[in-house]
Protein backbone atom coordinates (compact mmCIF):
# COMPACT_ATOMS: atom_id res chain seq x y z
CA UNK A 1 0.00 0.00 0.00
CA UNK A 2 2.85 2.54 1.20
CA UNK A 3 4.70 1.71 -2.19
CA UNK A 4 1.83 2.52 -4.45
CA UNK A 5 1.40 5.82 -2.72
CA UNK A 6 4.88 6.47 -2.98
CA UNK A 7 4.71 5.39 -6.59
CA UNK A 8 1.47 7.50 -7.40
CA UNK A 9 3.29 10.45 -5.46
CA UNK A 10 6.58 10.33 -7.64
CA UNK A 11 4.07 10.15 -10.68
CA UNK A 12 2.28 13.22 -9.72
CA UNK A 13 6.13 14.91 -8.89
CA UNK A 14 7.42 14.11 -12.33
CA UNK A 15 3.61 15.37 -14.02
CA UNK A 16 4.24 18.48 -11.67
CA UNK A 17 7.77 19.72 -13.08
CA UNK A 18 6.56 19.02 -16.23
CA UNK A 19 3.50 21.19 -16.03
CA UNK A 20 5.37 23.92 -14.40
CA UNK A 21 7.46 24.51 -17.60
CA UNK A 22 4.90 24.90 -19.52
CA UNK A 23 2.33 27.01 -17.33
CA UNK A 24 5.23 29.80 -15.42
CA UNK A 25 5.62 31.04 -19.72
CA UNK A 26 1.96 30.53 -20.28
CA UNK A 27 -0.44 31.54 -17.45
CA UNK A 28 2.20 33.08 -14.59
CA UNK A 29 2.92 32.32 -11.22
CA UNK A 30 -0.16 32.09 -10.06
CA UNK A 31 -1.59 29.10 -12.24
CA UNK A 32 1.06 26.84 -11.87
CA UNK A 33 1.11 26.99 -8.20
CA UNK A 34 -2.68 25.87 -8.56
CA UNK A 35 -1.96 23.43 -10.40
CA UNK A 36 1.13 21.74 -7.97
CA UNK A 37 -1.05 21.87 -5.19
CA UNK A 38 -3.48 20.01 -7.01
CA UNK A 39 -0.98 17.41 -8.72
CA UNK A 40 0.42 16.97 -4.86
CA UNK A 41 -2.49 16.54 -3.14
CA UNK A 42 -5.32 15.68 -5.58
CA UNK A 43 -8.94 16.56 -4.43
CA UNK A 44 -8.15 16.09 -0.72
CA UNK A 45 -8.79 18.98 1.85
CA UNK A 46 -7.36 19.03 4.70
CA UNK A 47 -9.80 18.59 8.10
CA UNK A 48 -10.78 20.96 10.47
CA UNK A 49 -9.10 19.64 13.40
CA UNK A 50 -5.72 18.82 11.29
CA UNK A 51 -3.32 20.03 13.71
CA UNK A 52 -4.90 18.53 16.76
CA UNK A 53 -4.72 15.15 14.84
CA UNK A 54 -1.28 15.75 14.30
CA UNK A 55 -0.41 16.12 17.77
CA UNK A 56 -1.73 12.83 19.00
CA UNK A 57 1.46 11.01 19.80
CA UNK A 58 2.10 7.64 18.40
CA UNK A 59 0.67 3.95 19.59
CA UNK A 60 -2.00 5.86 21.78
CA UNK A 61 -5.19 3.97 22.68
CA UNK A 62 -8.09 5.80 21.39
CA UNK A 63 -11.99 4.89 22.14
CA UNK A 64 -15.55 6.32 20.37
CA UNK A 65 -17.84 6.73 22.80
CA UNK A 66 -21.36 8.02 21.27
CA UNK A 67 -24.09 8.31 24.06
CA UNK A 68 -27.64 9.82 23.75
CA UNK A 69 -30.24 10.47 26.90
CA UNK A 70 -33.03 9.04 24.42
CA UNK A 71 -31.28 5.78 23.55
CA UNK A 72 -34.55 3.46 23.11
CA UNK A 73 -36.56 5.61 21.90
CA UNK A 74 -35.12 5.91 17.97
CA UNK A 75 -36.22 2.68 16.06
CA UNK A 76 -34.95 -0.08 15.05
CA UNK A 77 -31.21 -0.29 16.44
CA UNK A 78 -29.76 1.84 19.18
CA UNK A 79 -27.60 4.67 17.39
CA UNK A 80 -25.81 5.18 19.84
CA UNK A 81 -23.77 1.82 19.31
CA UNK A 82 -23.89 1.91 15.80
CA UNK A 83 -22.70 5.13 15.17
CA UNK A 84 -20.25 4.41 17.65
CA UNK A 85 -18.71 1.10 15.29
CA UNK A 86 -19.11 3.17 12.11
CA UNK A 87 -17.31 5.82 13.30
CA UNK A 88 -14.62 3.83 15.21
CA UNK A 89 -14.27 2.07 11.28
CA UNK A 90 -13.86 5.14 9.58
CA UNK A 91 -11.33 7.16 11.71
CA UNK A 92 -9.25 3.69 12.14
CA UNK A 93 -9.40 3.35 8.20
CA UNK A 94 -8.66 6.54 7.59
CA UNK A 95 -6.20 8.29 10.38
CA UNK A 96 -2.42 8.60 9.78
CA UNK A 97 -1.66 4.83 9.79
CA UNK A 98 2.25 6.07 10.78
CA UNK A 99 0.53 7.23 14.00
CA UNK A 100 -0.27 2.89 14.97
CA UNK A 101 -3.23 4.17 17.04
CA UNK A 102 -5.08 1.58 19.11
CA UNK A 103 -8.40 1.34 18.87
CA UNK A 104 -10.30 0.09 21.77
CA UNK A 105 -14.01 -2.17 19.97
CA UNK A 106 -17.11 -0.89 20.99
CA UNK A 107 -18.23 -3.99 22.94
CA UNK A 108 -15.45 -3.37 25.42
CA UNK A 109 -17.32 -0.54 26.17
CA UNK A 110 -20.06 -1.92 26.24
CA UNK A 111 -18.94 -4.37 28.34
CA UNK A 112 -17.98 -1.61 31.25
CA UNK A 113 -20.91 0.77 31.23
CA UNK A 114 -24.48 0.82 31.59
CA UNK A 115 -27.03 3.09 30.65
CA UNK A 116 -26.61 5.18 33.78
CA UNK A 117 -23.47 5.52 33.18
CA UNK A 118 -23.13 6.10 29.50
CA UNK A 119 -26.00 9.20 30.67
CA UNK A 120 -24.38 10.30 33.60
CA UNK A 121 -20.59 9.62 33.52
CA UNK A 122 -17.62 12.42 32.07
CA UNK A 123 -15.93 10.70 28.59
CA UNK A 124 -12.46 11.58 30.45
CA UNK A 125 -13.97 9.16 33.40
CA UNK A 126 -15.25 6.49 30.64
CA UNK A 127 -11.74 6.69 28.96
CA UNK A 128 -9.42 6.00 32.11
CA UNK A 129 -11.60 3.07 33.18
CA UNK A 130 -10.99 1.52 29.35
CA UNK A 131 -7.70 2.35 29.52
CA UNK A 132 -7.72 4.76 26.48
CA UNK A 133 -5.35 7.45 26.09
CA UNK A 134 -8.15 9.88 24.09
CA UNK A 135 -11.57 9.51 23.72
CA UNK A 136 -13.96 10.51 20.58
CA UNK A 137 -16.73 11.65 22.45
CA UNK A 138 -19.83 11.92 20.67
CA UNK A 139 -23.11 13.60 22.20
CA UNK A 140 -26.35 12.37 20.10
CA UNK A 141 -28.91 15.41 20.63
CA UNK A 142 -31.24 14.55 17.82
CA UNK A 143 -31.71 11.38 15.52
CA UNK A 144 -34.82 10.30 12.93
CA UNK A 145 -35.24 8.04 10.41
CA UNK A 146 -38.19 9.01 8.97
CA UNK A 147 -39.27 11.82 7.05
CA UNK A 148 -43.00 11.03 6.81
CA UNK A 149 -44.97 7.70 7.72
CA UNK A 150 -44.61 7.04 3.51
CA UNK A 151 -40.60 8.13 3.24
CA UNK A 152 -37.42 7.61 4.82
CA UNK A 153 -34.78 10.39 5.40
CA UNK A 154 -31.83 10.67 7.90
CA UNK A 155 -32.16 13.89 10.38
CA UNK A 156 -29.54 14.01 13.21
CA UNK A 157 -27.76 16.62 15.35
CA UNK A 158 -24.25 15.96 16.70
CA UNK A 159 -21.44 17.54 19.03
CA UNK A 160 -18.09 15.62 18.86
CA UNK A 161 -15.16 16.60 21.26
CA UNK A 162 -11.94 15.03 21.57
CA UNK A 163 -10.62 14.66 25.33
CA UNK A 164 -6.86 13.64 26.41
CA UNK A 165 -7.99 11.15 29.17
CA UNK A 166 -5.00 11.93 32.08
CA UNK A 167 -6.05 15.86 31.85
CA UNK A 168 -9.92 15.76 31.37
CA UNK A 169 -8.85 18.67 28.53
CA UNK A 170 -11.05 18.95 25.60
CA UNK A 171 -8.68 18.91 22.54
CA UNK A 172 -11.50 20.70 20.05
CA UNK A 173 -14.74 20.10 19.88
CA UNK A 174 -17.83 20.67 17.54
CA UNK A 175 -21.66 21.14 17.28
CA UNK A 176 -22.36 19.91 13.69
CA UNK A 177 -24.95 21.37 11.46
CA UNK A 178 -27.95 18.98 11.18
CA UNK A 179 -26.70 16.07 8.81
CA UNK A 180 -29.76 15.62 6.35
CA UNK A 181 -29.37 12.45 4.15
CA UNK A 182 -30.32 11.93 1.71
CA UNK A 183 -30.31 15.58 1.20
CA UNK A 184 -33.00 16.48 -1.32
CA UNK A 185 -34.96 13.35 -2.19
CA UNK A 186 -36.73 11.38 0.76
CA UNK A 187 -36.95 7.30 0.16
CA UNK A 188 -39.84 5.63 0.09
CA UNK A 189 -39.99 2.97 2.56
CA UNK A 190 -41.49 0.65 0.13
CA UNK A 191 -37.97 1.20 -1.79
CA UNK A 192 -35.78 0.13 1.73
CA UNK A 193 -35.91 -1.92 4.15
CA UNK A 194 -35.61 0.62 7.93
CA UNK A 195 -32.93 -1.40 9.29
CA UNK A 196 -31.07 -1.17 5.66
CA UNK A 197 -31.57 2.81 5.69
CA UNK A 198 -30.51 2.99 9.13
CA UNK A 199 -27.45 1.25 8.39
CA UNK A 200 -26.52 3.58 5.11
CA UNK A 201 -27.71 6.78 7.20
CA UNK A 202 -25.58 6.14 10.28
CA UNK A 203 -22.53 5.25 7.87
CA UNK A 204 -22.77 8.22 6.34
CA UNK A 205 -22.92 10.41 9.46
CA UNK A 206 -20.18 9.23 10.35
CA UNK A 207 -17.70 10.27 7.73
CA UNK A 208 -19.68 13.35 8.20
CA UNK A 209 -18.21 13.61 11.88
CA UNK A 210 -15.05 12.14 11.19
CA UNK A 211 -14.35 14.66 7.77
CA UNK A 212 -13.85 17.14 11.09
CA UNK A 213 -10.81 14.69 12.26
CA UNK A 214 -8.72 13.53 8.53
CA UNK A 215 -8.84 14.37 4.99
CA UNK A 216 -11.86 14.15 2.78
CA UNK A 217 -12.88 14.88 -0.99
CA UNK A 218 -15.56 17.58 -1.16
CA UNK A 219 -17.00 16.37 -4.56
CA UNK A 220 -17.85 13.05 -2.58
CA UNK A 221 -20.82 15.35 -0.27
CA UNK A 222 -22.06 16.22 -4.05
CA UNK A 223 -25.18 14.37 -5.16
CA UNK A 224 -25.59 12.10 -2.37
CA UNK A 225 -28.93 11.29 -3.51
CA UNK A 226 -27.91 9.32 -6.16
CA UNK A 227 -26.17 6.74 -3.16
CA UNK A 228 -29.57 5.83 -2.39
CA UNK A 229 -30.54 5.29 -6.06
CA UNK A 230 -27.77 2.32 -6.32
CA UNK A 231 -29.07 0.80 -3.61
CA UNK A 232 -32.17 -0.06 -4.33
Known amino acids: MAKTENHVRSVRIVALALLLMMLVGVSGCANALFTAAYLIKGNDVDPEFKKEIKEIPKHSKMVVICRSPYQTLFGIDDPSKMLSVALTKALSDKLDEKKKLEWIPIDKV ?7 EYANESFEKMGAKLGADYV ?3 DIDSFNIHHSPQYL ?4 HVNVRLVKVDTGEIVCSKSLPQYVYPPNTPVAVGDMLEERFQTLYTVKLADEIGCCFY ?5 EKVALDNDVARMR
Open 110 to 116: DSFFDES
Open 136 to 138: FGV
Open 153 to 156: QGKA
Open 215 to 219: PYDPH
